[in-house]
């Protein structure tokens, strides 16, 4: 566990001006990007003790973030 956010500019390098592009034209794409960095922050917080949560919820944020990259990606790879 690196204790290093998950951004989607890291995570997506190459596809920075799409993903900015996506925010301002795309509603269903903003709306997961928000939900992306919400639960990214939440998983954060939990991993470096800011914000303590027990095992299995840090496990479902988890879940829930890799499903939200997963819609992104799908996203960025059509666009």
Same mark, same amino acid.
């Given at each position: &566990?690196?204790? *290093?956010? #998950? %951004? $989607?500019?890291?995570?997506?390098?190459? /596809?920075?001006? *799409?993903? #900015?592009? $996506?925010?301002?034209?795309? @509603? #269903?794409?903003? /709306? $997961?990007? %928000?939900?992306? #960095?919400?639960?990214?922050? @939440?998983?954060?917080?939990?991993e470096t003790g800011v914000e303590p949560v027990s095992d299995v919820? %840090?496990?479902? &944020?988890?879940?829930?973030?890799?499903? $939200?990259?997963? %819609?992104?990606?799908?996203?960025?790879?059509?666009?």
């Amino acid at each position: &566990m690196s204790h *290093t956010p #998950h %951004e $989607l500019a890291d995570d997506f390098p190459d /596809k920075v001006d *799409t993903i #900015h592009a $996506l925010k301002q034209s795309d @509603a #269903h794409f903003a /709306k $997961l990007a %928000e939900a992306y #960095h919400d639960v990214n922050r @939440a998983v954060h917080r939990a991993e470096t003790g800011v914000e303590p949560v027990s095992d299995v919820a %840090e496990q479902d &944020m988890r879940r829930q973030r890799m499903a $939200l990259k997963d %819609e992104i990606a799908g996203m960025l790879a059509k666009a």
